[in-house]
């Protein structure tokens, strides 16, 4: 049986530093790589090391839309990931095989500098949701084991201190949330879960959660819409004036 390595917390606050990019680079000892807007993806590209630990293989130039339809703004999300890691915790294969002998990437010196590189393979993938898969990453190769970072980006805290009442957090959602704030968690959530239904993570307890943050999001915009349709009818019709008759 696969073991999930998320742990419970009764912390219900994200911090600015808890994006979930940042901290897989951090984990990955790696800074984090940007393209500029309308850039091509780069076959390989250079990351600095933070620290001489564990590092990626791989870049993952992301997207969710395809390249002949990019607009000159649009910039894929640049994600490290590791070979070995993904095809441990994943279903899928979307890493291309190295040739047989081929070495792990080495980091390198830069001469008169204390900085080092390495040099990785960039591989362009797309995706149905491409700002969810650093946080997908994150706990399903098992990198991030603190549930909040998850929760919270999945629910509001008041929401998920309900847990695992599913009704009454959709309830709660539907009455804390605006339409646009719904809206938000609906494409995250629809997005992520989508990401999982594609690249099949092996972590049941993992895909449990964001399964449980997906019904309920869609239950609470349906209470939502629900209420909106009873207050239109609701609303008295105004009386026509005399010259629309009666």
Known sequence: MYRSRIAPTRRLVL???????????HRFNVSK????????????????VLKDAYIPSHVL????????????????????IHADLYSRDFHTNIIPPSPPGTPYPIPYNVPHSSCQFVSLQV???QVPHAPSIPLLFLFAL??????????????????????????????????????EQLVEYITFNQGLWKNILSLGPRDTQFVGIVQTAWNVTVEARRIWQRAV???????????PSPAQGT
């Not at 130039?61 to 490290?80: K, L, T």
């Not at 999945?154 to 309900?162: F, M, S």
């Open 15 to 25: 911090a600015p530093d808890d994006d979930p990019l940042e901290l897989l680079c």
């Open 33 to 48: 790589a940007t393209l500029g807007p309308g850039a091509p993806i780069p076959s390989t590209i250079d990351l600095r």
């Open 61 to 80: 130039a992301v997207f969710d839309i395809p390249e002949s339809e990019w607009e000159p703004s649009y910039r894929p999300i640049m994600v490290p």
């Open 123 to 125: 591989v362009p993938i």
């Open 142 to 179: 098992g990198l991030e084991s603190r549930s909040h970072l998850l929760c919270c980006r999945l629910l509001p805290p008041e929401v998920i201190a309900e847990f695992p009442a599913s009704a009454v957090m959709a309830r709660s959602m539907s009455e804390l949330c605006s339409s």
């Open 229 to 239: 349709a009873a207050k239109s009818v609701d609303t008295p019709c105004s009386r």
